[in-house]
């Protein structure tokens, strides 16, 4: 299990200090009051990006009558639901795991679901996928699912998804660049600008990630919280000095400038949040609008989404805070998953698209966050920031990014608890591991590991080895993996 750099800081006696501790179960998980606010801090500034993206996301479609949602009503109910279903994970999970409006479900919402409709009833889609994932909760359908997954797989799951924030850090700091013309070249991709660290963003990013490394082997306390803050603020310098600009001027791209936000202290620190999108959502009229058999294609994206990135994010954060028991489960699982599936209903109600787990979460846990104490202090950092949007703007991916990258290394050390000698399930799990950061999706690489591992038992005769549970998991799989042949026979 990975460590952190907090150890020291764990308290002397495990016996709870009063109420609090005892139901948050701080001090019975080794943590302190102190650690769970350093935690909450992290995961709130790896995740404030949210507030400012998933507007500029949902903000850039069109619907099917032409209309797009406002940027401001958008930020402030995006910031607002992710508030309200953090702290009652943190309440009803006590699990230090955040939540917000999940990137991709809200490209799919804004660019494929949209269009083919209203955005009411694209919402309405939304709350139908959370309600019915609630349901397969309620019924321990979803419990039973995460429980046939072998530990090991889970273990993968969990490594895969360090990977993936690494390589989330690194392209969103603008380390790692897509190269412009990859028809003419084998490689699809290249260290910051033509193969060169050209730009003063990329410096502040590799400057703030050695000074995060630096911090964190010498177990500075918050040394992750440290290392975002300390790069903001030579973020903000060196942009007061060079002037880059943001990374897209008048629409043209500018490979030199900040990514997400320019770092700058703001001229306006305080605003009224504008909450008008709260309950713009119908139910009823995309079947007949878009048709009933593109409906479900849509629903069933949705679910299957959302359904195995939180059982590979909870893992994750659990692994490594190490919180899993034996099978690999992490405390009040049930509670988690509930939180989860509400909050996913409840992005579709205020408009923002479905929220769900973050494994940006696991940079909390890396500076000591154990238990829902720190959920409280994100959650309630999310609601202030409804009002304090214009610093959560302040910090630019270059200064974010250096927590992403360190917490997918801690995540990546739990690779030595797999037996790679063992096929069977060193290649589902070498699947999974690899999948996720190279396809960009927690599914697609949690699906490859699970049919490959019933393939290979299937292979070798050992039928009776793979959870009954499992082999209809690998079906959906199929056909989540076969989504677009399947929608190009209906749309």
Known sequence: MATTSHDADAPASRTPKNGFDRFFEISARGSTVGRE????????????????????????????????????????ATALVAGVVTILMGVVARFPLALAAGLGVNALVAFEIAPEMTWADAMGLVVIEGVLILILVLTGLRTLVFKAVPTQLKTAIGVGIGLFLMIIGLVDSGFVRRIPDAANTTVPVELGIGGKLASWPLLVFVVGLLFTIVLFVKKVRGAILIGILGSTVLAIIVEAIAGAGPSFVDGKPNPGGWSLNVPALPDQVVGLPDLSLL????????????????????????????????????????????????????????????????????????????????????????????????????????????????????????????ALVLVGFLMMSAV????????????????????????????????????????????????????????????????????????????
Do not use: C
């Open 279 to 402: 309950g713009k959502f119908n139910v009823f009229d995309s079947w007949s609008r878009a048709g009933v058999l593109v409906v479900i294609m849509f629903i069933f994206t949705l679910l299957i989404t959302d359904f195995f990135d939180t059982m590979g994010t909870m893992v994750a954060v659990g692994q490594e805070g190490g919180l899993l028991d034996a099978e690999g489960m992490p405390p009040r699982t049930r509670e988690i998953l509930i939180v989860d599936s509400v909050a996913a209903a409840a992005g579709g109600v205020a408009s923002v698209s479905s929220n769900t787990s973050y494994i940006e979460s696991a940079s909390g846990v890396a500076e000591g966050a154990r238990t829902g104490v720190a959920s409280l202090v994100t959650g309630g950092l999310f609601l202030l920031a409804m009002f304090f949007a214009p610093l959560v703007q302040v910090v630019p991916f270059e200064a974010a990014s250096t």
């Open 416 to 491: 030595r608890q797999i037996d790679w000698t063992d096929y069977e399930i060193a290649i589902p799990a070498f699947l999974a591991i690899t999948l996720m950061p190279f396809t960009y999706s927690i599914s697609n690489g949690i699906g490859a590991g699970i049919i490959s591992y019933v393939v290979i038992k299937l292979a070798k005769g050992k039928a009776r080895e793979v959870h009954p549970l499992l082999y209809g998991v690998a079906a959906i799989f199929v056909l989540y993996f076969l989504r677009g042949p399947l929608e190009s026979l209906v749309l």
């Open 37 to 76: 606010v350093r935690g909450g801090l992290a995961t709130f500034f790896t995740m404030a990006y949210i507030v400012v993206l998933n507007p500029l996301i949902l903000g850039g479609g069109v619907d099917a009558d032409g209309n797009s949602l406002p940027i401001g009503a958008l930020a402030a």
